[in-house]
C-alpha cells in the first residue's frame, strides 16, 4: 500500500442541530450504535493475528461475539446458518441462535480473473476443507461453506501462496472490484479496465484507513460496450466511453444500490482517463468514509448520501475537497448491443476464441473445477474469469482445441449452449446456508428451471428476447430481484392457514441492455405471491401469455408495463 490518507477539513455545511446521521466530516466521530464503537476501538483488520495464533488453536468456542459477528468479515467469513431452523424463526432468533460452528468464507476475485493455477488452488481448498461446496456469486467471487476456524490458516496459506486473497472480502469495507470478463482480449473493447483494477486493488484493499466505513462499498470497472459488470447498482462505477476529444476511459456512475431501498447509480457526467481512475475512485470512497450516514445502518449507504446531494453537489465535493481539480464533462456510454453474460463461443482479438458456459445457478463444486482446470491445461489455456451473472468465461481457446473444449464442458454441465431458462436465472445462498434466509433458493430455482425447460420447449424458439428470473431468499436483494424480468423476493406465503415457503414477485425489471435503452425497476403487482411449488406454474403462464399478446418484438419488460395488473396474476 502506498497511500496516505486525511479528512478534508472544510466541512460542507455546518452541523446539523438536533439528531446526529453520524457523519465524519460533520458530526465528528463519536460512535453512535455498537456497530461504530467496536470498529472504532480495533479495526476488522487486526483480528487475523488472532485466528491465526488463537481461534485455529483453541476452536470456535474462544471466538468472542464481536470478532464472530463483526470483525470475522474483514476477511472473508460469516457463520453459517445451522441446519433444521425454518424461514419462520429467521427474524425470531438472535445471529448466536442462528449460528452454526462452521463459515462461508469468500475469496475475492477482483475483476472475477483467476489463472489455471489458482483454479486448482481453489478447487483443491473445496475438495480439502469444504465438503466439495463452491458457489459462484454474482460479485464474481467464490463462496465455499463448511470451513471450520481450524482451517483458515492453512486456507490462507494456499491462496495467498498463488497471489489470492479473502481481505476485505465482506464488512465495512471496499469489497471485490468488479470487472470486464473480457477484459483485454475483446476486438470491440474500449479500453482495457486491468490496470485501474490492479491500481485499486494495489493501492487500497486493507488500508486501515479504508477499512471502517459506515457500510459496504461495491465497486465496478468495465471497458466492454456490453456494459458487463451491472453499473447501474453499484456505489461507484467506471464505464468505458470514448470522449471526442480526449479519446478512450470512463464514465462516472455513483450511489447505485438495491436491498430494500433500492436506487439506480446516477451519472456524475465527468470524464476520466485511465490514469485518473483510481484517484477518482480513492475519491468517491473517501467522500462516503467521511460523508456516509453512520447512524443507522439501514442509511448507511452511499446511495441515501447520493440522494440527499444530487449528482451535481457530489461532483462538486469530489472535484473541490477530494481531487482538487476538474474534470471535463463526457459522453454517457452508448446502449449495449450484446449481452453482457458473454455465454457462448465468440472470437477474440487474436484469433483465438473465448467461451462462456453457464452452471445452473452458478452452484458449482470442488470436483467440477477441478475437472475444469483439466480442460482447460488440455486447451492449453491459463485463463478463466467468472461473471456477475453466476457464469464464467474460459479465455484463449485455439480454433483446433474448440469443438473438444466444449464437449468437455458440457460433460462437466457447465453448458456453452443453455436454454433460455438456465441462462438467464440466478440465485442466492437461501436459506440452506444464510441466517438472513427465509426460504430455499438454489434447489427451488435448479427445479423451476428443470421444469420450464420442459413445459416451455414448444416455445423456446419464439423467446428472440432473454427473460431473467432472479431468485432471492429474504428482502435484501442480493440475486438482484428488483432488477430482473422476474424477480422472487422470499417470504412466507399463507395457503389454507398453513405458511408455505414462497415468494413476493417483482415484474419488469432490467439494467441496460441490447433489449432496453436504460435501467428500471420492476413492479409489483398487488397480493402477487407464489408458493415455491407453484414457481413453475406462475412463471409458464407468464411467458405463455406474454408470448401472446405481444406487440412486434416488444420485451417482457416492456409489456409487463403496459398491461393491466390482471393479465400478471
Known sequence: MTTTD???????????????????????????????????EEGGLSVRERIETVYSRDGFGSIPPEDL?????????????????????TAQLSDTELSDEYFMLR????????????LRVVAGISQEFA????????????????????????????????????TEACGDTPRVVLGSPLAGIAADEVIDPTPVIDEIVSRFVGDPDLANL??????????????????????????????????????????????????????????????QAADVWFGV?????????????????????LAEWGPAEFRRVLEEDYLEYALPDGPPPPTPSTPGDHVGVHLQKDGNHYVGAAPVVGRVSGDVLAGL?????????????????????VLDIAPDRLDRFVAGLEELGLSVSPSPFRR????????????????????????????????????TASLDTPITLNVNGCPNSCARIQVADIGLKGQLVTVDGEQLPGFQVHLGGGLASADRDEAGLGRTVRGLKVTADDLPDLVERLVRRFLAQREGSESFSSWVHRVDEEELR
Not at 71 to 82: H, I, K, P
Not at 285 to 300: E, V
Open 373 to 393: 482446470a483439466d480442460l482447460m491445461e488440455a486447451a492449453g489455456t491459463d485463463r478463466v474469469r467468472f461473471t456477475p451473472h453466476q457464469k464464467l468465461v
Open 69 to 89: 459477528a463483526g470483525r470475522f468479515r474483514w476477511w472473508g467469513l460469516y457463520t453459517q446458518r445451522r441446519p433444521g431452523i425454518d424461514g419462520g424463526r
Open 107 to 118: 475469496i475475492r476475485l477482483d475483476g472475477g480473473a483467476l489463472t489455471l493455477p489458482q
Open 6 to 40: 486525511s479528512t478534508p477539513s472544510r466541512a460542507l455545511r455546518p452541523p446539523r442541530t438536533g439528531r446526529s446521521n453520524g457523519q465524519w466530516a460533520v458530526d465528528g466521530r463519536e460512535p453512535l450504535n455498537a456497530n461504530e464503537v467496536w470498529k472504532q
Open 424 to 459: 438467464n436465472t440466478m440465485a442466492c445462498t437461501g436459506i440452506e446456508y444464510c441466517k438472513l434466509a427465509i426460504v430455499e433458493t438454489k434447489a427451488t430455482a435448479a427445479t423451476t428451471v428443470a421444469a420450464l425447460e420442459q413445459r416451455l420447449a414448444d416455445v
Open 285 to 305: 470512497i473517501r467522500i462516503f468514509r467521511d460523508h456516509g450516514y453512520r447512524r443507522l445502518r439501514t442509511k448507511a449507504r452511499l446511495k441515501f448520501l
Open 131 to 166: 465438503r466439495g461446496t463452491a458457489d459462484i456469486s454474482d460479485r464474481q467471487n467464490i463462496q465455499y461453506h463448511w470451513i471450520r476456524v481450524e482451517d483458515v490458516p492453512e486456507i490462507w496459506r494456499r491462496l495467498e501462496a498463488v497471489g489470492l486473497q479473502t
Open 214 to 275: 459506515p457500510r459496504k462499498f461495491k465497486s465496478a470497472v468495465t471497458g466492454h460496450p456490453s456494459l458487463d459488470v451491472v453499473h447501474e447498482i453499484n456505489d461507484i462505477s467506471l464505464v468505458g466511453v470514448v470522449h471526442p476529444e480526449l479519446g478512450a476511459g470512463y464514465d462516472l456512475w455513483v450511489g447505485g444500490g438495491l436491498s430494500t431501498a433500492p436506487r439506480l447509480a446516477e451519472r456524475l457526467g465527468v470524464f476520466v482517463t485511465q490514469e
